[in-house]
């Protein structure tokens, strides 16, 4: 079913990342609502420190990877740092991943990026606005840590989400939001909150593949690994779907 008949019908959304055919097809088979080819695939396919080395001709070829074989969930993929900043060059990478059939971009940033998904989206490209912790600013930021502790940083993000959703994105992906006020962002959007660190009240949740599987070098605690009380890969991708439709994660 689609991410927007889902919302309107206020069932949690379920998302998983992946980054190969053979896991993409699993995750298809397991009701899982969307599949995000992340440059996350920085760290858990390439074994870099971060996702800032992760090029566009890496997320084509991953994309590539999951688009043929993904046929019932709907597929996202990362647009990589510095693919995006302006509308003119978002525009230009943005079509290479609609080419492949890739469904909806996803790209990091805060109110400032606007424009960029306003012109994405007048183009006919879906988007999901990535806000919160932000991945590939964080040689800038420093250590992953919660976004929404003070009142002035709370006010920064509900600002962020507003703007982002008023320019037409379609999907706020919240990282690391304190989860009161993802709560409060959720209940201010119509469109589809899907949360990873950001607590139960959002939309839907989005986990990295190879945490669940409890592969991944440095798993974040709100991870959980769905292999350890399953007797296959299928089984724990169809027990993290579950979980989250049935609220019982995060
Ligand atoms: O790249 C990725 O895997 C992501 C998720 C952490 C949401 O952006």
Redo the contacts with the bound molecule.
Sequence with gaps: MSINKLYRQQEKIACL?AYDASFARLIDQANVDMV?V????GSVIQGKKD?LGVSMRDMLYHSECVRRVVNHSELMS?MPFLSYTTPKQALKNAGKFMRLGVDMV?LEGDKTLAPTIRCLVDNYIPVCA?IGLK?QQLRQLGDYYVHGKTSQCKQRILDDAKALAEAGASII?L?CVEHEVAAEITEMLNVPTIG?GSGSACDGQ?L?LYDILGISPKIPPFSKNFLRESTSILEALQAYSSAVKEQQYP
């Design positions: 990342t995000l992340g440059d996350s695939l996702t990362d996803k990535h991945p992906l990282e990873i989005i990295v």
